[in-house]
């Protein structure tokens, strides 16, 4: 699938996915977070109101070594502007997680999905899969993968979902 029709062909595919990603957001955080007690969960019912920047993630990726410092700045410049990231880890081995947790300190939440249960709902394929949620509690995007050059256009769709009522 190269060239314009492969172009046209993912952007429907992302269209597809997202719409039927939508009605999963609500359920997306029964997760425990980082230093929480069982019964702390990262709750995206409480998070309505903001825009949600869910990564999900792994200690072996490679990628995630560039987007944890990427979303530490996104979470400085945007966390008054009503922004929340909450990174997924995905390994099986919470060991790893922790890891790499020291080596790439967040600035933001993290939370364990050690099952994969929720990866497989959001129908993750690599890593690092990110989605934009609004502030309705709607999936907006998309993104898998992180380059250096994604940084400019996933800033400016925060900026424009941060800046919609």
């Known amino acids: 699938m190269d060239g314009q029709n492969g172009v046209q062909m993912r952007t429907r595919m992302n269209r597809l996915l997202l719409r039927l990603l939508a009605p999963l957001a609500p359920l997306l955080f029964s997760l425990t977070a980082v230093g929480a ?11 309505r109101g ?8 792994a200690s072996w990726c490679v990628p995630c070594r560039q987007s944890f410092p990427y979303m530490n700045e996104v979470h400085r410049e945007f966390a008054k ?19 790499f947790l020291r080596r790439y300190p967040p600035d933001f939440r ?6 994969g249960t929720l990866a497989e709902r959001f129908h ?18 998309q993104h898998q993968g992180f380059r250096p050059d994604d940084r400019g ?13």
């Open 37 to 47: 007690a069982a019964t702390d969960v990262v709750d995206l019912a409480a998070l």
């Open 81 to 99: 502007d009503g922004l929340v990231i909450v990174a997924v880890n995905v390994d099986q081995d919470r060991a790893e997680a922790d890891a």
């Open 124 to 141: 993750v394929k690599g890593m690092p899969t990110s989605f934009l949620i609004d502030r309705a509690g709607n999936v907006r995007m």
């Open 153 to 165: 256009p996933l800033r400016d769709e925060i900026r424009r979902l941060l800046s919609a009522p």
């Open 50 to 57: 903001r825009v949600v920047y869910v990564d999900f993630w």
């Open 110 to 115: 993290i939370a364990f999905d050690t099952g």
